[in-house]
């Protein structure tokens, strides 16, 4: 029979057969799941119904009638009381192994990775009294304590084992002082004698300042400064031996970029800075950065970058060698991964505290980007079920790499369609016509700029850059700055012939040959509507493209004829750029046949060229 609610109290005898994900035992009464607080899997118990939910129930124990052997008695007057912790009746080398098999469970139920090399837990030098950070719920008369999870109770707590002296101490003194307040904060450095309490208390009783913006940690030697909402790591000893743990999975020359996304306070980036050439770090919270950037005083070669690292992925102001992924619980964001795999470093190091996120993003990783090297389980947070992870990925060889040193979409999806696998790269080479410069001579020197820029980057492989502008009367016409521009350049070419240029530069990296050339194709633009212009205006089209239109564009329809080629107009006339391709020693695979109609007599191979009609 399913529990109800009124079976709250109810004293049932269990077997209890596995772990649950928040570090309870499972059991199952009549098909429904008990998830049972302090028991372990293969023990035989009575248990103490505590809550019913509609899933599951759960309950505590109150009686072991079949002992693990890995029980020991929990030394905390709290423990069953108060759900901070799990596993304290769970001896020590056990909760490792258990955070070990935790990790490869979820790499497989979640990421769909087998025989993944999930190394032996790293344990943590002080097993209590490690962490930095508390949050107390504040009772109805001011008392300190935390709410038991399942039951919803407010449990009064007048020290905690996992906190280090200084949390202790400062729980001492507020203890009953706070009812001006429902939750409070307290930080408190173990080297450093720093602390902050938030928010800020008024009463004429509280005996201690409150409501300090920063504290500091020190960490290998390097005080930190931490805001209020910044993360920081709890467990300071076990902090070092992350650093070093990224640091060995790095493995730095001393002349990498490195790329530290989601860097909070900037801990591994000032860390690392000694042993990069260069870091760019990434931090979407203002605070973080305001500290990261006091944090890194004096280290010229670590750079802050402000926004979410989705977004600041697709500026970076060169490639890097190397990333750090440390994001929140939450995992990575699909677009950052994306953009990650656009970049394609040598290396990623993934440092997870949640190895279910882990494992959905290393799923998208390893589909074909990458190769999961290995996963280093610590153990930052003793007595719980909660565990960090520290995955090395190693970037798949491409049998022979092609690069595209452009972020255009179009030039990517031209590739694309041609069956090439490549890689993009963009160059973020300037822009900009030389004064005498011709439109011709401007699109080829551009494509080779970028070209040169990327290829500088590479070891081996092949490398593409590209570079289009309409042509009006011999002046060349780029992009529009803004709407107005946008709307000026289409009633210019309203009507018109003109033409659109398009520089290209193959190089072999290997050899240092390369091949610039420019291709030129006529287009008729037809007579438009001022409504059809503004209605394409308005989508916001216009607005990355040369000329302000796009001749595949289906809504606006801007060309009412192309004489030329039609991937030439679009961006990448591929027809040359496979002859130049070949002619550099490019092999394509065998179960492609390049196109090689570089004057697209007849029919061109991805579009109907001469005589086009939109």
Same mark, same amino acid.
């Given at each position: ?5 009124? +079976? ?18 499972? !059991? ?38 079949? +002992? ?15 759900? *901070? ?11 490792? #192994? &258990? ?28 097993? /209590? *009294? ?5 949050? /107390? ?13 399942? #039951? ?14 200084? &949390? ?39 005996? &201690? ?32 031996? @992350? ?43 203002? +605070? ?35 990333? &750090? ?26 440092? $997870? ?53 452009? $972020? ?6 031209? @590739? ?38 990327? !290829? ?34 289409l009633r210019e070419l309203w009507g018109t012939k003109h033409q659109v240029s398009t520089g290209l530069t193959v190089i072999n990296v290997a050899t240092g040959k390369q091949i610039t050339d420019h291709m030129t194709a006529d287009i008729l633009m037809r007579e438009f509507s001022e409504d059809e212009m503004e209605q394409s205006v308005a989508s916001g089209v216009p607005m990355d493209k040369a000329g302000a239109y796009a001749i595949q564009d289906k809504e606006f329809r801007p060309a009412r004829m192309l004489a030329g080629c039609y991937s030439n107009v679009v961006g990448l006339p591929l027809c040359r750029m496979a002859e130049m391709l070949l002619e550099l020693g490019y092999p394509f695979p065998e179960n492609l046949t390049p196109p090689v109609s570089a004057e697209c007599i007849g029919s061109c191979p991805f579009r109907q060229a001469p005589g086009y009609s939109a």
């Amino acid at each position: 029979m399913t529990l109800q609610r009124d +079976a709250i109290g109810q004293q049932i005898e269990l077997h209890l057969e596995s772990w649950g994900r928040l570090g309870e035992a499972m !059991a199952s009464y009549d098909g429904q799941d008990v998830f049972v607080l302090g028991g372990i899997p293969g023990e035989r118990v009575v248990a103490e119904i505590i809550a019913v939910r509609r899933k599951y129930a759960a309950a505590r124990v109150v009686q072991v009638l079949e +002992a693990s052997p890995h029980r020991i008695d929990a030394p905390c007057r709290y423990y069953g009381q108060c759900t *901070g912790c799990q596993w304290q009746h769970v001896a020590y080398p056990a909760q490792l #192994t &258990i955070k070990q098999d935790k990790v490869r469970d979820a790499l497989k139920r979640v990421g769909g990775l087998d025989d993944v090399n999930v190394l032996p837990t790293l344990p943590s030098p002080s097993q /209590f *009294g490690y962490r930095n950070h508390a949050r /107390f719920t504040v009772g109805r008369v001011g008392d300190l304590g935390f709410v038991n999870r399942e #039951t919803r109770r407010f449990l009064r707590i007048d020290d905690c084992m996992l906190m280090h002296d200084g &949390i202790n101490r400062i729980l001492s003194q507020l203890q009953d002082r706070c009812a001006e307040t429902t939750q409070l904060a307290v930080r408190a450095g173990r080297d450093t004698g720093d602390f902050l309490v938030q928010p800020t208390l008024k009463g004429a009783d509280v005996g &201690i300042p409150t409501g300090q913006k920063h504290y500091r940690e020190s960490v290998n030697g390097h005080e930190f400064r931490v805001a209020s909402p910044s993360f920081f790591q709890v467990n300071v000893d076990q902090a070092s031996r @992350l650093i070093e743990t990224v640091s060995e999975a790095l493995d730095l020359s001393g002349e990498e970029v490195i790329l530290d996304a989601y860097t909070g306070v900037g801990t591994f980036a000032v860390l690392l800075a000694p042993f990069a050439r260069k870091i760019y770090a990434i931090e979407e919270s203002s +605070a973080a950065v305001a500290d990261a950037r006091d944090n890194s005083a004096g280290l010229p070669n670590v750079e802050f970058l402000l926004g979410k690292t989705e977004d600041v992925l697709e500026e970076l102001p060169e490639r890097p060698d190397v990333v &750090i992924l440390d994001p929140p619980r939450a995992g990575c964001q699909a677009a950052a991964l994306e953009r990650l795999m656009e970049l394609r470093p040598s290396r990623v190091v993934y440092v $997870s505290c949640d190895p279910e996120t882990l494992g959905r993003d290393l799923k998208v990783l390893c589909a074909d980007s990458y190769i999961l090297d290995h996963v280093q389980p610590l153990d930052m947070f003793p007595q719980t079920q909660h565990v960090e992870c520290v995955a090395l990925l190693r970037s798949r060889a491409p049998t022979t790499q092609l690069v595209l040193a452009s $972020s255009s979409p179009r030039r990517r999806e031209l @590739l694309t369609e041609l069956g090439i696998s490549f890689q993009v790269i963009p160059s973020n080479a300037p822009e900009g016509q030389l004064e005498g410069e011709s439109a011709e001579e401007m699109v080829r020197r551009l494509s080779r700029d970028k070209a040169m820029v990327v !290829a500088a980057q590479q070891i081996e492989g092949f490398v593409v850059g590209a570079d289009s502008t309409v042509v009006l009367n011999g002046r060349s016409i780029g992009k529009p700055a803004d709407e107005a521009e946008a709307r000026r350049m289409l009633r210019e070419l309203w009507g018109t012939k003109h033409q659109v240029s398009t520089g290209l530069t193959v190089i072999n990296v290997a050899t240092g040959k390369q091949i610039t050339d420019h291709m030129t194709a006529d287009i008729l633009m037809r007579e438009f509507s001022e409504d059809e212009m503004e209605q394409s205006v308005a989508s916001g089209v216009p607005m990355d493209k040369a000329g302000a239109y796009a001749i595949q564009d289906k809504e606006f329809r801007p060309a009412r004829m192309l004489a030329g080629c039609y991937s030439n107009v679009v961006g990448l006339p591929l027809c040359r750029m496979a002859e130049m391709l070949l002619e550099l020693g490019y092999p394509f695979p065998e179960n492609l046949t390049p196109p090689v109609s570089a004057e697209c007599i007849g029919s061109c191979p991805f579009r109907q060229a001469p005589g086009y009609s939109a």
